[in-house]
């Protein structure tokens, strides 16, 4: 486990703080002193999961480097809202270039840093699925084999949401998009925490904005690694998946709690760590919410496609040991 | 400032674009009424003694609780606790151990000599309470607190009531009763034993009292016709229970049949057992799901080798027996005969079919209404006769130890109101927080804490109390179940879960509160608040 399980409290596994809980076991969010990185008056749509998810890794990420930390931006939703000229919501040196070379960017401040010799100078890459896994994804590959000084944060929603919802390699299979509208194939797609284990680099981990606990640890665990490093959060989108604004933490929760999106961590290669399921449930709960899935329920119900997307889940659960035994 | 090529503005912050203006709905914080508050007849603020007991502050939870039941102790050990089965935890686990928390905070402030603060300023004027039961006491109590000059006159030897005259030993140790009674004393609660009202009006004008508190229970036994010959042994259970408390055990043999099905029918048969009988019969007209005593009661009752006849009403009693009519339940669940008789060995019956109350003190009093041998009050607990007010199971109501504290309460509060020519209104109440207002998946898994049991054998024969108390280590673990339903505690989910930053953190006791500059009203903090303390509301536009 990434974080050990807080006992015998009213809560504090799961919320963000507690009361009654020694301050070195709340989360960072819990701390009046936090960071806020990206802070009020962005414009990113009601309940944004992104906006959650960046505020949550990269606050975690400022107090884990005592604020010694340059974040680099691919284009997409996080940068739009949050950096509309000339005004910025980055409480952080933080700067974008183009959709496609974050990652190499980043390396580039990396060894800028390192000729500096300013060690204690983090870097960040970060950017959504359509500039990790589709049009970054081979500057991210790059710097992976080079094993540079970056921890890369790819914040995954599935689609590409500020251009209006096209498809991405992340897109999941039956899921409705500007592209897809009789639902993603299945079979595609790029599993990009797989390829980086592959890749055999220091540090990868899933996370997700329902476990910030979880998530807290998981960049922690990251900034004290060298070399490559990449962390998936997954975060949902209300707009483009169609789903109430209240419910992104709900879905994101539920998408673990199905098997849809395994939570674990690995290091150089290997998987050592996974977060089990708490409450397992069917994938229909997770599917049912969201208008970008209808298409399954109705006017028919496409009981195929949701057991195909049952066993997917299902194998995730199996593959990665999901569930205590 | 000369600027870089292609840049006209300075760089500027996005707190200049108050997104609150995007914003149809508007997060509230609210505090909402909870179950166990709502449920507790002594209306005693059970979630917020919690919360402080949760932290470790056990002098403080006592002493929030005191303000509102001065016989914590008595309470974790006979209090029904309504507030457990309103409980909400119910619908993730079990409800949490309200009563075993009071218990341990009651047993806390005797060992370590808690004492309640008395009143800082004396109001001149005399209060009567007549009866040191529950609800006189608890009047008493809160009368001393308002600065009233109280007095109590009670008819028995010792105070207490039915916690002393009915409630046995093993569930209810007499130094514990002691303990708390002495503690309302010391408020200057002046109490007189062996003292019988027989004339209210002319108690009041002797003792030159402003008002009465009447609470003088009931302590006469229903009789029921039992045709019976002139050697079989009956008696009533108020008597028997009584007189468990003088030197004088009640003889009652080795085959003791109890007749009634409540709690005191229970308590009977229970005590029978310990005074060394070998059989004790409770015979009860209905079925067990009819039956009116506790569950709890009943089990632990069969644990101790209680029998139960169900369907049976007694026909004839004589000398070593009776005769018992097997009856079946019609259509709308009453009892009707069979005419299928049988016999029993018996060589005592117990009467335990209900209690009458003593009016004989009202005798006389203008404006006073009696119905179905109780006194009628109304909201204020006021008889028809001013300045004379009522309570515990002398009025209509349910007849229970925590009943009767609340009417001594709220007859007090009501009195002191009087006493000053004002009438008091009642606080509003908040909405109910119910369980559909919980985001359950935020509360840690946690079975309730059983408290340990007697061992059986020494149930049977001693008058030790059968169910134990919780240590420090599982009160604060149950107290820590609490959900908190309905009312902030301060777990920051809303300040951690905001996408925009929205939420104000207070800092430790103050809460949160929102930033409608930034604000887009997007539900996340009421979605995620586990205790449903956030409500969203339609903005104004």
Same mark, same amino acid.
């Given at each position: 486990m990434a974080f050990e399980p807080i006992k015998y409290y009213q809560t504090g596994t799961f919320t963000v703080g507690n009361r009654l809980l020694p301050p070195e076991l709340r989360t960072v969010q819990a701390d009046v002193r936090r960071t806020n990185s990206l802070n009020s008056g962005h414009r990113a749509c009601q309940g944004c999961g992104e906006a959650l998810g960046a505020r949550y890794a990269i606050d975690a990420a400022m107090n884990a480097t005592d604020k010694q930390l340059v974040a680099a931006n691919a284009t997409g939703c996080l940068e739009v809202f949050s950096t509309p000229y000339p005004e910025t919501?980055?409480?952080?040196?933080w700067i974008h270039s183009l959709f496609g070379n974050t990652a190499a960017v980043a390396t580039g401040i990396a060894a800028a840093m390192k000729a500096k010799g300013r060690r204690d100078v983090r870097v960040i890459a970060q950017g959504g699925d359509g500039g990790t896994?589709?049009?970054g994804f081979g500057c991210l590959s790059g710097m992976f084999e080079r094993n540079d000084d970056v921890l890369y944060i790819c914040y995954d929603n599935e689609a590409y949401m500020n251009t209006g919802v096209q498809r991405s390699s992340a897109t999941p299979p039956a899921a409705r998009t500007a592209t897809t509208s009789t639902g993603n194939v299945f079979g595609?797609?790029?599993n990009v925490p797989a390829i980086a284990i592959a890749h055999g680099i220091a540090y990868v981990a899933t996370a997700t904005i329902a476990e910030l606990h979880d998530l807290e640890a998981k960049v922690r665990r990251a900034m004290e690694f060298r070399g490559a490093r990449y962390i998936h959060i997954f975060v949902s989108c209300p707009l483009g998946?169609?789903?109430?604004?209240?419910?992104s933490v709900h879905i994101a929760r539920l998408a673990k709690e199905t098997g849809i999106f395994p939570v674990y961590q690995a290091e150089h290669g290997e998987i050592v760590s996974v977060s089990k399921i708490r409450r397992r449930r069917p994938v229909e709960d997770y599917l049912k919410p969201q208008r970008r899935f209808a298409h399954l329920f109705s #006017?028919?119900?496409?009981t195929e496609a949701i057991a195909r997307i049952q066993a997917m889940a299902d194998r995730n659960i199996r593959k990665y040991g999901l569930t205590e035994d | 400032m000369r600027k870089p090529f292609a840049i006209t503005l300075d760089p500027g912050s996005?707190?200049?674009?108050?997104?609150?203006?995007?914003?149809?709905l508007r997060p509230v914080y609210v505090d909402r009424l909870p179950p166990c508050n709502s449920g507790c007849p002594a209306g005693e603020n059970i979630q917020g003694w919690l919360a402080r007991a949760e932290s470790g502050d056990y002098e403080g939870a006592w002493r929030l609780l005191v303000?509102?039941?001065?016989l914590p102790a008595v309470m974790g050990r006979v209090c029904y606790h309504p507030c457990e089965t309103a409980c909400n935890r119910t619908t993730l686990d079990s409800a949490v151990g309200i009563n075993s928390i009071e218990r341990f905070l009651g047993d806390e402030a005797i060992k370590r000599g808690w004492r309640f603060a008395p009143?800082?300023?004396?109001?001149?004027k005399r209060v009567l309470v007549v009866g040191a039961g529950p609800s006189g006491l608890s009047a008493a109590y809160h009368l001393a607190l308002a600065g009233h000059e109280v007095e109590i006159y009670e008819a028995?030897?010792?105070?207490?009531?039915m916690m002393r005259f009915g409630i046995p030993k093993y569930r209810l140790p007499r130094e514990v009763l002691d303990a708390e009674v002495a503690r309302i004393l010391d408020l200057g609660v002046r109490l007189y034993l062996d003292r019988k009202v027989t004339d209210i009006r002319q108690s009041l004008k002797q003792g030159r009292f402003d008002a009465a508190f009447l609470a003088?229970?009931?302590h006469i036994g229903k009789r029921a016709y039992i045709p019976a010959g002139s050697s079989a042994r009956i008696l009533d259970a108020v008597s028997v229970l009584h007189s468990m408390e003088g030197e004088d055990k009640p003889k009652l043999g080795r085959r003791v049949i109890v007749y009634g099905g409540g709690n005191t029918a229970l308590d009977v048969a229970r005590t029978a057992r310990r005074l060394g009988a070998e059989e004790a019969l409770i015979v009860y007209r209905r079925t067990r799901e009819k039956m009116p005593a506790h569950e709890s009661e009943l089990e632990e009752a069969l644990q101790e080798g209680v029998m139960v006849k169900w369907l049976s009403t007694i026909k004839q009693a004589a000398a070593g027996s009776i005769t018992v009519e097997k009856m079946r339940l019609d259509e709308k669940g009453f009892p009707q005969p069979t005419g299928e008789l049988e016999t029993l060995a018996a060589d005592s019956v117990v009467l335990a079919l209900g209690q009458d109350a003593?009016?004989?003190?009202?005798?006389?009093? #203008?404006?006073l209404e009696v119905v179905d041998g109780v006194v009628k009050v109304s909201p204020n607990m006021?008889?028809?006769?001013?300045g004379i007010f009522a309570g515990g199971d002398?009025?209509?109501?349910?007849?229970t130890v925590t009943v009767g504290v609340g009417h001594g309460k709220k007859a007090a509060r009501h009195i002191d109101a009087w006493l000053r020519g004002a009438t008091r209104q009642p606080a509003t109440k908040h909405a109910p927080a119910g369980?559909?207002?919980?985001? #359950?998946?935020?509360?840690?898994d946690a079975p309730k804490t059983m408290r340990p049991v007697l061992d059986t054998l020494r149930r049977q024969s001693t008058f030790d109390e059968v169910v134990q108390g919780l240590d420090e280590k599982t009160a604060l673990f149950e107290a820590r179940?609490?959900?908190?339903?309905?009312?902030?505690?301060?777990?920051?989910n809303c300040y951690g879960v905001c996408p925009d930053n929205?939420?104000?953190?207070?800092g430790a006791g103050k809460r949160f509160a929102f930033n409608?500059?930034?604000?887009?009203?997007?539900?996340l903090c009421a979605a995620e608040c586990p205790c449903g303390a956030i409500d969203m509301v339609p903005e104004a536009i």
């Open positions: 919501s980055w409480q952080i040196p896994t589709d049009i595609q797609g790029k998946w169609g789903h109430a604004s209240e419910a #006017p028919k119900v496409n | 996005s707190l200049a674009n108050h997104t609150g203006s995007w914003r149809t303000e509102e039941n001065p009143p800082s300023v004396k109001s001149g028995g030897p010792l105070a207490g009531g003088v229970g009931a003593d009016l004989s003190l009202l005798e006389g009093v #203008p404006g006021m008889t028809g006769y001013a002398m009025v209509p109501a349910e007849r369980a559909e207002r919980l985001n #359950p998946w935020y509360y840690s179940r609490c959900l908190s339903c309905g009312n902030c505690f301060e777990c920051d929205a939420v104000i953190k207070l409608y500059d930034y604000c887009k009203g997007c539900g």
